[in-house]
């Protein structure tokens, strides 16, 4: 468990999100371990399920054998899906035993970070698939054919939209020399939303790279847009960075233009110092990017986000930011 | 408390269905032929299939009248309750289930006599959801009583030499209620300025309002009478931000440019009553939502009763 | 020092007793009912029973010195479990002799009691004060009254400036002296009470507590005892409001809509401090009717949620208890009873919405009602009916009352239980040829279908409707409906368990009561038994569907009478024939369910019942020859 004291800031500005996910976890895990008890319960196990369900008031009024008899709970499930819920239940358990750190991951050495988020959220693809089989389960609709994969780990590639709604977010803890912004883009979508603590010297302005019109991007070095982070219903990408990066938000929500999008609280200047694999060229790439992107078009220098522009053709705008984007993610012709 | 909620269906859908229109179709309407109903009932029905909306997500709450009859039409959930209450459902049913796609039709009647202070109320809690007034300025159901919004004059069953009030004006009082975010009028004959409008509604977060001006060819035949037949009548209000309707510049040449964030605008627009207006009054995404400030974190059972053996402990001897 | 101190008392005079009755009254703002709740939870810990309730005045800022104002608290401390307010009340302490008045003239204060006095006022510069003084006096002369008084005040100046704020700990200091409360554990209530103030507060109030005790050593003839029994269980103290807002947290619920109505608002009061940290909202509707329909969404949508009002609130619900019904959406209602009809008594105790429960709502429209009778039952009863609302599919409605609301006594802490809690919601695909209703032609039960199902995709309706929820007028249609509705209140009560009697099985009379009475029924006909009447009492929790076998149980009794806190004619008063009476409602309820000819005795004095009263009602009503 790292101690930075930024990786608590990052999930507890997630912690809506994340006691969502816990709760279907361990909700789901509950359901799946009375079903498999009562599989096995005799009238008079029944019975006392019923009283306990009634409560202390019911005690010596309600009949809890007449009660239980009157309301069967469950359905008895054949061997095949017993099993599955077995299996379902091992990963819950396991999931819901991570606690918060269920949303943790950390970029470990010779690893990468698109990688390591992409195993972290098998795993949480595999919860989503331990969920369904409980549900399925308990409603005697578990076909081995059809179901079992679901408690394969999927890759965040093969979800389909619908769980890519419910992506669990993550922090992950990352060194600055493995901050390669590129990676993030394949989990931009749904709602998934992810939050770097970025670790020792990093290159000032990776984020930029990641801004698309509908992805919230956030740099921050002290928390700063963490909370309008976790009220977008979009996909969202963050880093918390070390002091003397660019902050900036990119809030798809403020406006149509990228420069009404788009705040820039602070843009370091050249010279830049390499890290890792970043050259310093590289770097000012970014930064000017950044500065571009802000900046008001037709406009004399105005401040970044600045009302009252001078109207621009909205299609001419927005062609001039999708083949920008398209030239540097490096995906042409598929917009 | 909506994560398992939303998750099942992820498996139904998981060779991505494509609803067809009639996919959203119920019982058979049975409102009479000419209603102005039907026209809204299809274009809600475009709507849901148009954004793809799955039908077991999406919930018709209404509450008593002819208007109040569109869930039964639509296979979607659907609650049809009480004469003038169908806002406070709606808002338990967007508050305990905030995942749910939530449109309420409500009649004049319904929205602004009986539910008045209702619609007040939701308007300023602005929770998210499409709420349609169809308003054809008469008590339909109940056969031809007048209502607020009954046009002053008009011999009704309950004022026989004529309707006593100016008719009460829904949009001036939607934009005077603090906290309102979304307020538009539409007409059901002018089906595409319809589903644009119920379009700009439904995409809007935040509790839209919708008046509908709705023909009752039974009770009030003659009410928007000349409005359908002689198009200057009409105003429509446009802006990129709001509704536009291409196909209509040719028939209501008369239009406005109009920013529907501009709320004392929109509130001197309300008022000028010669000419129909039709458009987004008023529209503010940046309003509060109760629903978002009342969101709290699901807990498990397990966690309910640690926290809730400490609160015992405030108690304790 | 003080006028009233004598020189060098005679040791002072124990009274050893089973129970005793103590008040602290003082305009409101003097801090009167921080030193009874303490002295009460003091007196809970060291192992008595205690019942304690407010006195609180109708008005929100009354004028000072005025009857009207007295605002304070009653604690009633036994040495076994207390479970009613008891009778009159034996010890006193008032800061003036206006609020003891009204205390007075409502017949609060035993024959014999010891009123402790402010004096103060006798010695006022205003003429008219020592004036009312004086008449005050007179008035309470007509009694046997032993009244002492104290120049509180002037003994608090004697360590701190402002005596107004602070009496009240010099009077829990006397209070500590004479009924010997440990002051330890007093101090320890004290450090807590003021757990947000500064640590002078703090020390002033120990101070001024210490030299109350002190002066009443000195200066007060009588110690009173009652033994204590310390408890083997753990325990907690709250009021019956307290309990049903940590029992709906305890039910899994998650939404209580309410709009604010006396004597109910406190349960919103608790649970919206602390909902939110359990996954639970309150919200607060425009209005009574919005607050049930929110509920009734939220329910309809998702899990139960509850609403929680009092007598005028319930009228406006009404239409939308109907919908509830009609839909067989689950919902619990509690309503937290007062005085009626219309605002009525707002903060005093009723039990007369009970036939307005049941039968309030238009057309046919059965529906379960409960009633705690005890402050525990307020918290294990948000349990059952979250549960039976959820089962059977159909409206709840909890009827507790002001008595209960107000009155703060001990019981067992509960042992949680996560089966308590509402399973997360199913949202698996309905089953091929699910309907909305798919009523079991036999019981009427049906299962359940929230909106987010796939497959599903019901309009539920208010209108008549068949089992597919299709609006159907025809006859059979609703005749069956009707049925299945109705038929869910016959099944519960299948499941039901008979009452049992408490006291012999059978005998001369039969009190049945139902809600707060019970404390204060069983403690009457305890003393009628020992005035050996043949007297037993029963008392229901379930008035929809009612418990079973009554009638057997009626049966073994000569005669059976109801006990209720709502209006009924006396059998002798003017114009009153047997056939025009109006009736007690349970006993309008029994007489319709059993065919027995149950009498009734009901009081509305806006007050709970003191067991002397029934005691009197008891021996007025056991058969002649009846007893021995
Ligand atoms: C509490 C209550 N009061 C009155 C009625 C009778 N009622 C049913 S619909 C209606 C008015 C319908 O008019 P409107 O709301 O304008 O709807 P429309 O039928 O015109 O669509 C009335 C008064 C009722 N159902 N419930
Ligand atoms: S009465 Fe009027 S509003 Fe009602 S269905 Fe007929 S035409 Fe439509
Ligand atoms: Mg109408």
């Known amino acids: 468990m790292p101690s930075d004291p930024r990786v608590a800031q990052a999930l507890s500005a997630l912690a809506q999100p994340i006691a969502e996910f816990r709760a279907a976890v361990q909700g789901a895990l509950a359901q799946a371990d009375a079903f498999m008890a009562a599989q096995t319960a005799d009238a008079a196990t029944l019975a006392s399920h019923a009283a306990a369900q009634l409560g202390v008031f019911a005690k010596s009024h309600v009949d809890p054998a007449k009660f239980a008899a009157m309301f069967p709970t469950v359905a008895t499930a054949d061997k095949e899906s017993q099993k599955a819920l077995e299996k379902a239940a091992t990963i819950l358990r396991r999931v819901a035993a991570q606690g918060e750190d269920m949303a943790l991951a950390t970029v470990s050495d010779g690893r990468k970070l698109g990688a390591t988020i992409d195993t972290a959220l098998a795993g949480a693809g595999q919860a989503f698939g331990a969920i369904i089989i409980t549900e399925l389960v308990r409603g005697s609709r578990y076909k081995k054919a059809e179901h079992e994969k679901l408690l394969d780990p999927t890759e965040f590639r093969a979800w389909n939209n619908a769980e890519r709604r419910f992506a669990p977010p993550l922090v992950v803890v990352v060194n600055g020399a493995d901050l390669h912004a590129g990676a993030l883009l394949d989990f931009a979508d749904g709602r998934e939303k992810i939050v770097l603590v970025v670790e020792g010297a990093a290159p000032p302005a990776a984020l930029v790279r990641c801004i698309t019109p509908g992805t919230f991007v956030l740099q921050t070095v002290d928390g700063t847009g963490l909370d309008r982070l976790a009220g977008y219903e979009g996909p969202a990408i963050a880093a918390l960075l070390p002091e003397g990066a660019a902050t900036f938000m990119h809030d798809p929500t403020a406006g149509k233009e990228p420069w009404q999008r788009l705040t820039v609280p602070f843009l370091p200047s050249a010279p830049f110092k390499a890290v890792g694999g970043f050259s310093a060229w590289q770097m000012e790439q970014d930064v000017k990017m950044l500065a571009d992107l802000a900046r008001t078009p037709f406009a004399v220098p105005a401040a970044p986000g600045a009302k009252g522009a001078p109207a621009l053709g909205a299609g001419e705008a927005v062609d001039r930011i999708a083949s920008w984007l398209l030239e540097t993610s490096g995906i042409k012709g598929t917009a | ?317 | 020092m003080s006028a009233s101190a004598t020189a060098a008392p005679a040791p002072p005079k124990v009274l050893r007793v089973p129970e005793h009755t103590v008040e602290i009254v003082s305009d409101s703002g003097e801090g009167a009912q921080k030193c009874g709740q303490i002295f009460a939870a003091v007196s809970a810990k060291m192992g008595n029973g205690v019942w304690t309730v407010e006195l609180i005045p109708a008005e929100i800022q009354p004028p000072p010195r005025v009857p009207e104002g007295a605002s304070g608290n009653r604690i009633r401390v036994g040495e076994n479990a207390v479970t009613n307010w008891g009778d009159r009340t034996d010890l006193v302490i008032a800061f003036n002799e206006q609020v003891l008045l009204a205390r007075h003239r409502v017949d609060a204060l035993a024959d014999d009691a010891l009123l402790l006095i402010e004096d103060k006022w006798a010695r006022s510069e205003d003429p008219d004060i020592v004036a009312q003084w004086e008449a005050a006096l007179k008035e309470l002369s007509s009694k046997h009254y032993r009244i002492i008084p104290v120049a509180m005040e002037d003994e608090c100046l004697t360590i701190v400036d402002n005596p107004r704020k602070g009496k009240n700990m010099f009077a829990l200091g006397m209070l500590a002296r004479i009924y010997g409360r440990d002051m330890e554990l007093i101090k320890a209530q004290i450090a807590y009470a003021f757990r947000k103030k500064s640590e002078e507060v703090y020390t002033q109030n120990v101070a001024l507590l210490e030299l109350g005790f002190h002066w009443a050593e000195d200066n007060i003839d009588i110690r009173v005892e009652i033994p204590t029994h310390a408890s083997d269980k753990p325990l907690v103290v709250m009021n019956g409001n307290e309990a049903i807002a940590m029992g709906s947290i305890a039910s899994g619920m998650e939404l209580c809509a309410m709009y604010p109505i006396t004597p109910a608002t406190s349960v919103s009061h608790l649970l919206s401090e602390v909902f939110e940290r359990f996954g639970g909202i309150v919200h607060q509707a425009e209005d009574e009717i919005a607050a049930v329909g929110v509920a009734i969404g939220a329910s309809y949508a998702g899990k139960v949620a509850f609403t929680i009002t009092s007598g005028p609130g319930m009228a406006l619900k009404t239409e939308f208890l109907g919908l509830a019904v009609m839909t067989e959406t689950p919902l619990v209602l509690v309503n937290v009873q007062r005085g009626g009809p219309s605002t009525g008594l707002p903060t005093k105790v009723e039990q007369s919405d009970m036939l307005a429960a049941l039968y309030g709502q238009t057309g046919d429209s059965p529906h379960i009602v409960m009633a705690p009778a005890t402050i525990e039952e307020c918290f294990h009863i948000m349990i059952t009916a979250r549960r039976l609302a959820e089962t059977f599919r159909t409206l709840v409605m909890v009827l507790s009352d002001a008595n209960l609301a107000t009155g703060v006594s001990p019981y067992p802490t509960p042992t949680l239980d996560e089966a308590w809690q509402a399973a997360p919601l199913d949202l698996a695909p309905v089953k091929e040829g699910q309907k909305a209703y798919g009523w079991n032609k036999e019981t009427g039960l049906s299962e359940r279908i929230i909106p987010g199902r796939p497959g599903g995709m019901f309009t539920l309706t208010g209108l008549a409707h068949d089992d597919r929820s299709k609006v159907a007028y025809s006859s059979d249609i609703h005749q069956h409906s009707s049925a299945m509705r109705s038929r869910k209140m016959a099944v519960l009560q299948s499941l039901l368990v008979p009452p049992t009697v408490y006291g012999d099985a059978s005998g001369d009379l039969l009190v049945v009561g139902w809600g707060s009475t019970k404390g204060a029924i069983e403690e009457a006909v305890d003393r009628a038994r020992k005035e050996g009447l043949k007297v037993s009492s029963l008392h229901l929790r379930f008035l929809s569907p009612l418990e079973p076998g009554l009638k057997d149980i009626f049966k073994r009794f000569k005669k059976v009478m109801t006990v209720e806190i709502n209006y009924s004619d006396e059998p002798d008063d003017p114009y009153i024939t047997e056939e025009n009476r109006r009736r007690g409602q349970l006993s309008i309820l029994l007489r319709n369910a059993t065919l027995v000819d149950v009498d009734c005795w009901g009081r509305v004095p806006g007050e709970p019942l003191r067991p002397m009263s029934i005691v009197e009602a008891i021996r007025g009503r056991v058969p002649r020859g009846g007893a021995k």
């Open chain 2, 1 to 317: 408390m909506s994560y398992t909620c939303g998750m099942l269906p992820v498996l139904d859908q998981h060779e991505d269905h494509h609803y067809e229109m009639s996919e959203y179709e119920g019982a058979k309407a049975r409102w009479c032929p000419g209603c102005g109903d039907h026209s809204i009932l299809t274009a809600v029905q475009r709507l849901l299939a148009a954004e793809q909306l799955a039908p077991e997500q999406t919930m018709m709450v209404s509450g008593i009248g002819c208007s109040s009859r569109l869930p039964h039409y639509m296979k979607t959930y659907g609650f049809h309750g009480l004469h003038g209450r169908a806002l406070p459902v709606a808002t338990g049913i967007k508050l305990h289930r905030p995942e749910l796609t939530v449109f309420v039709t409500m009649g004049d009647g319904d929205c602004t006599s009986i539910g008045a202070g209702h619609w007040v109320h939701a308007m300023r809690y602005n929770v998210d959801m499409t709420a349609m007034l169809l308003d054809n300025g008469i008590y339909g159901l109940t056969k031809m009583q007048t209502s607020p919004t009954t046009p002053q004059g008009f011999k009704s069953n309950t004022q026989p030499f004529g309707t006593l009030l100016p008719p009460l004006n829904p949009l001036e009082i939607a934009l005077g209620v603090t906290n309102a975010s979304f307020v538009a009028q539409t007409a059901e004959w002018a089906p595409s300025h319809l589903y644009a409008t119920l379009r700009a509604a439904y995409k809007h977060k935040g509790f839209s309002f919708v008046r509908i001006l709705q023909r009752c060819p039974v009770f009030t035949p003659a009410i928007y009478q000349k409005a359908v037949q002689d198009p200057a009548r009409i105003q429509l209000l446009v802006h990129d931000d709001g509704v536009v309707t291409p196909d209509l510049e040719k028939i209501y040449k008369s239009q406005l440019h109009h920013d529907p964030r501009d709320l004392a605008a929109a509130r001197s627009l309300a008022e000028q009553t010669e000419t129909i207006k039709l458009g987004v009054f008023y529209k503010n995404p940046s309003k509060p939502r109760y629903e978002e400030s009342r969101r709290v974190a699901p807990r498990t059972p397990a966690e309910r009763i640690a926290l809730l053996e400490k609160e015992f402990a405030r108690y304790a001897v």
